[in-house]
């Protein structure tokens, strides 16, 4: 894989993750109408796609030669 092949993919995982923090969010905190005992746990979902889209933003940086880790 190229680096630019690479740069694509971890841009267009990043805004992935941005929708999926998002749409977590604003499905988390909306006013709830019905009572059901089930409900998907939104505010996980945020959460880690925000966790993921941090490594993911490490990853391009090192992509573009910053060096993030210790030595």
Same mark, same amino acid.
């Given at each position: 894989?190229?680096?630019?092949?690479?740069?694509?993919?971890?841009?267009?995982?990043?805004?992935?993750?941005?929708?999926?923090?998002?749409?977590?969010?604003?499905?988390?905190?909306?006013?709830?109408?019905?009572?059901?005992?089930?409900?998907?746990?939104? &505010? @996980?979902?945020?959460?880690?796609?925000?966790?993921? $889209? =941090? &490594? @993911?933003?490490?990853?391009?940086?090192?992509?573009? $030669? =910053?060096?993030?880790?210790?030595?």
């Amino acid at each position: 894989m190229t680096p630019a092949q690479d740069l694509t993919i971890s841009l267009i995982a990043v805004a992935v993750c941005a929708g999926l923090a998002i749409l977590g969010m604003r499905n988390n905190f909306k006013e709830k109408h019905d009572i059901r005992p089930h409900r998907p746990p939104w &505010m @996980v979902i945020s959460l880690g796609s925000i966790a993921v $889209g =941090f &490594m @993911v933003v490490v990853h391009i940086a090192n992509l573009l $030669g =910053f060096e993030t880790g210790n030595r």
